[in-house]
């Protein structure tokens, strides 16, 4: 697949002229820097208490306002931003690189063994995702880990799905045919042919999904069930700003548009990605 | 047909004691179980623990619960909630309507916001303004359901507090004043799952607009309008109705947030409160309640593709 033609234009430059790409990094940048104004600049810890200040509307000592408790909003909701990125960047990954070992093994080993697979990839994708993560998180308890667990289950059906299918289209492909006919081993079949043509589809799955692996841990959050306070987390400091919502509507402001825009950034990023691995694949 | 119809019947039927088996071993095999929640702190001595555990029927073995819970199930009979001390399937039943209505209330809202945008922005996918509502879609897809909940609950209990109702009236009691409280959660739940319905209608538009009978019917001189709206329009009708497990999983999914912002006694929320107590064997009924819901719509749109498609028809037979 790769030649070295003298004017081949390299993926990463494809995906650099994409649209979707330059808006995404631009709103990553937005949040990046709105973290670093809220954890360096501004004056007040996450967890500091202003007692005399609060609910107080913003103003130029508190930019978002303060909190029931007169904390400032602006430098916990900073605080939770890399939370929220780490945490949903985890939650897909775990399940993507479970899901997908589980595919590619089913799909070369076959027999009873793919079967069961099979099944149980149905079986998950019979329950609508955020049921299986309300569960989970439930029987788990609360905290950042169970929840990224809890999270990182419903990615693990689709790529299991997607391993599976690409495994199975390549086993019986020429060039996995004629390599074992050279007597390569399936180590090596596994690494050079399989893993390699299943890579970019992996990170377009992974990209994708990195929105909805947002999007249910902040849904967990704020049923009360995922993150809870202490800790900080975009969700439950929507439900609390929620509680205030008549007396202090403004907090509520806040959690909302780094939400919205945390996942339109991570929604343009798989859009990059897909467009970029399927113009290259008709090329 | 009669046949692949029993046959998907019980493939389903197969699917869901499956799922029972995996919702059930989830809730019981992890530890921390109801006995010390009904027993208090005080009361939490080893004599009462294993008093509790035996009247639940804790202590037996796992396969043996499961077999007495599930033959029990078939009967109807999910016990009652230990908790509470009601009948479970009486609380699943009181709430399922009100999901089912918010759900299709939902889902009306949306199909007439989103498939219009999708058609547009399939037939004009190529120009400047496809291109805009394309990417406009992308942000509308990503307002999730608690934003939207949150943003209509504060404006409207600020700006338009007619339309705030914070009392629930069931559909059975006084239809006028059940709209009336469903009116807000219905729009939000529309809203979120508009950009979901124009993306898939897009899409699928896009692909059937690419297909060589639409070239061959624009060949015949049929107008924009009829190759669109009698052809294509019904190609993809398929393609959505089968990408509707996708669709179904944002609907379960918004209508449970939506239920819990608006404090909506529907089976969402019933199941998030039942969850919080560590009431499993509530929640876990609530599950299933769901799944049923989804299989037979999965079945359901498997057949109805079938009919309305015959390609798909002949693939199969």
């Known amino acids: ?283 | 047909m009669i046949y692949r119809v029993i046959g998907r019947i019980l493939e389903a039927l197969g699917v869901l004691l499956l799922v029972s088996f995996f919702v059930f071993s989830i809730a019981t095999l992890i530890p921390g179980d109801l006995s010390l929640q009904l027993t208090g702190v005080d009361g939490a001595t080893e004599e009462n623990i294993m008093r509790v555990r035996a009247e639940l029927g804790l202590d037996r073995p796992f396969i043996e619960q499961y077999l007495s819970w599930i033959w029990n199930a078939t009967q109807g009979n999910f016990g009652n909630s230990p908790l509470t001390n009601r009948a479970i399937l009486g609380d699943v039943n009181a709430a399922l309507p009100v999901s089912l209505q918010l759900a299709l209330f939902g889902l009306i809202g949306a199909t007439i916001v989103g498939a219009p945008i999708g058609v547009f922005a399939a037939v004009r996918s190529s120009s400047r303004l496809g291109q805009l509502i394309r990417t406009n879609l992308i942000v509308l897809l990503s307002v999730p359901s608690f934003v939207v909940g949150a943003l209509l609950v504060f404006f409207s209990s600020r700006y338009f507090p007619q339309t705030y109702r914070s009392l629930f009236i069931r559909i059975s009691d006084n239809l006028m004043e059940n709209l009336k409280v469903m009116f807000l959660p219905s729009l939000a739940l529309s809203l979120t799952l508009a950009g979901v319905v124009a993306q898939v209608t897009r899409n699928a538009l896009i692909q059937e607009l690419n297909q060589p009978y639409v070239l061959t019917a624009r060949a015949y001189g049929f107008s924009s309008r009829k190759v669109v709206f009698t052809y294509a329009l019904r190609g993809a009708v398929v393609q959505i109705l089968t990408v509707g497990a996708l669709l179904f999983g944002s609907i379960v999914g918004g209508t449970v947030i939506t239920e819990r912002v608006f404090a909506l006694p529907g089976i969402g929320n019933l199941m998030v409160t039942a969850i919080g107590n560590r009431d499993f064997n509530l929640a876990i009924v609530a599950i299933l309640y769901v799944t049923v819901v989804y299989l037979i719509l999965n079945t359901f749109i498997d057949l109805a593709a079938e009919k309305i498609d015959p390609r798909i028809r002949n693939m199969k037979s």
Do not use: C
């Open chain 1, 1 to 283: 697949m790769r030649t070295s033609e003298p004017n081949k234009v390299s993926r990463f430059d494809v995906l650099l002229s994409n649209r979707s790409f330059q808006l995404s990094l631009g709103l990553y940048s937005f949040v990046g820097l709105f973290w670093i104004v809220g954890t360096l600049l501004v004056p007040h810890g996450p967890e500091d208490i202003h007692d005399q200040f609060v609910l107080t509307r913003p103003n130029s000592q508190f930019l978002l306002g303060t909190d029931h408790l007169g904390r400032d909003q602006f430098s916990r909701l900073a605080s939770a931003i890399p939370y929220a990125i780490a945490m949903s960047g985890a939650g897909v990954l775990i399940g993507a690189l479970f899901g997908s070992v589980l595919g590619i093994s089913a799909a070369y080993i076959g027999r009873t063994y793919e079967k069961t697979i099979v099944i149980l990839t149905n079986v998950l994708l019979g329950l609508p995702s955020i049921m299986l993560a309300i569960l989970v998180v439930g029987v788990l308890g609360p905290g950042r880990t169970k929840t990224i667990l809890a999270v990182s289950l419903i990615y693990i059906p689709e790529f299991a799905r997607l391993g599976r299918s690409l495994t199975g289209h390549l086993k019986s492909s020429g060039f996995v045919i004629a390599s074992r006919l050279m007597g390569h081993g399936p180590v090596w079949i596994l690494r050079l042919h399989i893993i390699s043509n299943f890579r970019p589809s992996f990170f377009v799955l992974v990209a994708i999904s990195l929105s909805t692996s947002l999007l249910s841990i902040t849904a967990l959050s704020f049923l009360g069930l995922g993150v809870v306070p202490p800790e900080t987390d975009l969700g439950n400091m929507l439900s609390l700003s929620l509680e205030y919502v008549s007396l202090a509507p403004w907090l509520f402001l806040g959690p909302s548009a780094i939400i919205v825009i945390l996942v339109v950034a991570a929604n343009f990023l798989g859009d990059s990605l897909s467009k970029t691995v399927d113009a290259r694949q008709t090329v």
